[in-house]
């Protein structure tokens, strides 16, 4: 390979009717350097270092994205246990389905996010998201979670498919209306990516944006 490179930097330099005093020459895998018109040196870089470091930052992404998943199925099944005692054979395959499918979907980063940004909330101002209201709450692994709520798991019934979910591009959940507003002041002074949308706060993720709703 690196012979053959040589043999085509040099039929490209004979070509140039004028060579610059200093140049260099880009290929995919040569580097042209010229001192001057008559004559030239050619260093041979195959951009080892630039591929070596793509694959490596691609193994990361590997190695993180296989442990947020193995997080999210844990605390998944760890959740359902705490809320069923004992889940029967039908919640523990819709479970596992809706699993799937939200791994499929690359949304397993911004429902650990959405987990954490929840319990920290609860540490620090003893509070959780309302029973019973928003978007979360006929989904299996968000009651997992902890993001849904409801007051009755029992009447939970067949959960919503996510891609439902997403065409509604912004989920609600609730918190009271004497508390919201210093939890939209906690996410702002913490990292989270906070706007607004017709004058209402939201939490922007990777591929969900949470409405942080008040109720009234």
Same mark, same amino acid.
């Given at each position: ?12 330099i ?35 270092t ?21 997080? &999210? ?8 246990? $705490?809320?069923?005692k004992?889940p029967s ?10 699993? @799937?499918?939200i ?5 397993? @980063?911004? &429902?650990l996010?959405?987990?954490?940004f929840?319990?920290?909330? $609860? ?30 798991? @029992?009447?939970v019934? +067949?959960?919503?498919?996510?891609? @439902?979910? &997403?065409? $509604?591009k912004?989920?609600? +959940?609730?918190?009271?209306n ?14 989270y ?6 004058? $209402? ?6 591929? +969900? ?8």
């Open positions: 390979m690196a012979m053959q490179n040589h043999c085509i930097a040099l039929n490209i004979p070509k140039l009717k004028f060579l610059p005093r200093y140049a260099v020459f880009l290929h995919a895998s040569v580097l042209f350097y010229i001192e001057d018109n008559k004559s030239f040196r050619i260093i041979y870089s195959k951009n080892n630039i591929m070596k470091n793509k694959h490596q930052k691609k193994q990361s992404n590997t190695v993180k994205q296989k442990a947020m998943i193995e997080a &999210l199925i844990f605390q998944t099944n760890w959740g359902i246990k $705490k809320l069923y004992n054979d039908l919640i523990s395959t819709l479970v596992k389905v809706e699993l @799937e499918y791994i499929e979907l690359n949304l397993f @980063e911004d &429902l996010l959405l987990k954490m929840i319990e920290n909330v $609860k540490s620090v101002f003893g509070v959780e998201p309302i029973a019973e209201y928003g978007d979360f709450n006929r989904s299996l692994v968000a009651l997992a979670l902890g993001i849904g709520k409801v007051n009755d798991i @029992e009447k019934g +067949i959960p919503i498919a996510w891609h @439902e979910l &997403l065409e $509604k912004i989920l609600c +959940i609730y918190y009271t004497d508390i919201r507003n210093t939890i939209v002041d906690y996410a702002k002074h913490n990292g990516n906070v706007s607004t949308f017709l004058g $209402k706060p939201i939490i922007k993720l990777s591929k +969900i944006f949470v409405l942080l709703e008040r109720a009234r």
